[in-house]
């Protein structure tokens, strides 16, 4: 009943439509946003929607390095660590002899050892630091692997996959965000469950560049000298990190599941063998079977 004493009709489905608009207005920014945002990767000639320019990739890197570096321990001082020198050598190598050296983050590629002793991982920041922590270096037998995991990292530089997710991220917040005012009238369940669609949505995508990252390492590495077949031992040494297997839900792991990619990496081998050079090298021995796996 209104004030006066009238029925009122109709107010509560006035003030749905008007929330179903008001969501509809921010969806539609959101996409609008997210589809100007489109740009051809300089390297690959394939068209991504991005978050920003490279110049702004490069500067994002550059100024979130230290805190990563504060976080894993500390970054090893090159001119100090022989293994610090050694992982941005190796690094460099694979810019010089491959079509990194050739695109505009040329210049700004780095690559650093991380004092972390416990936690296996390596990683890269938008523009070209790159990064991996002790804990893998030691557990890496040869340079030919060293050079993968760099090569890896170095993949998802020039597929400019940091960039990526952050526009698939905005436009994800958006969707949630337009999600949660439709069915505001319904309790939290719809922006949650918006929420956990992105979520997943965005999990999906990294894994998709993981795989496309192990692409670019085999490339990178074979064309800098070494054997691509190297990576296979890569991938069993993080699968042995992790335990072996015997994880959760695939949909809930931001990489693939080490079988999975072991199938990819071997599938790209068989692709390509009789295209690879019979030189190919495992290069330096990096630690000798006495002194792997021990913290420094």
């Not at 959101?30 to 068209?47: A, D, Q």
């Not at 890569?234 to 079988?259: E, N, Y």
Request: with cysteine; net charge positive.
């Amino acid at each position: 009943m209104s004030l006066f004493g009238r029925p009122t009709y109709g107010y509560g489905n006035r003030g749905g439509a008007m929330k179903c608009i008001i969501a509809v207005v921010i969806a539609g920014i959101g996409l609008i946003t997210y589809l100007k945002s489109g740009k051809v990767n300089p390297v690959t000639g394939e068209k991504q929607y991005v978050a920003m320019n490279v110049d702004q990739e490069k500067a994002l890197g550059v100024q979130a390095a230290p805190q990563m570096a504060a976080e894993m321990g500390g970054a090893a001082d090159p001119n100090r660590d022989p293994d610090a020198r050694f992982v941005a050598e190796t690094g460099m190598k694979l810019v010089r002899s491959t079509e990194p050296g050739k695109s505009p983050y040329a210049d700004s590629f780095h690559y650093h050892l991380h004092n972390d002793s416990k936690t296996v991982n390596a990683f890269a920041l938008p523009g070209g630091q790159i990064f991996i922590t002790r804990a893998l270096y030691d557990r890496l037998e040869n340079e030919a692997q060293l050079a993968g995991v760099l090569g890896h990292e170095t993949g998802h530089v020039i597929g400019r996959h940091s960039a990526q997710q952050m526009a698939k991220g905005k436009l994800g917040q958006m969707l949630a965000g337009a999600a949660g005012v439709a069915t505001s009238d319904r309790g939290s369940g719809g922006a949650m469950a918006a929420q956990m669609v992105n979520q997943m949505m965005q999990l999906k995508y990294s894994r998709k560049d993981e795989l496309e990252a192990d692409n670019f390492g085999l490339r990178y590495m074979t064309d800098a000298g070494f054997d691509p077949r190297q990576m296979l031992r890569v991938m069993q040494i993080l699968k042995q990190a992790s335990g072996g297997g015997g994880r959760g839900p695939d949909i809930f792991a931001t990489h693939p599941d080490p079988d999975a990619r072991i199938a990819a990496i071997q599938e790209w081998l068989d692709a390509n063998s009789a295209k690879l050079p019979r030189n190919l090298s495992v290069g330096k021995t990096l630690h000798s079977s006495s002194d792997r796996f021990t913290p420094r």
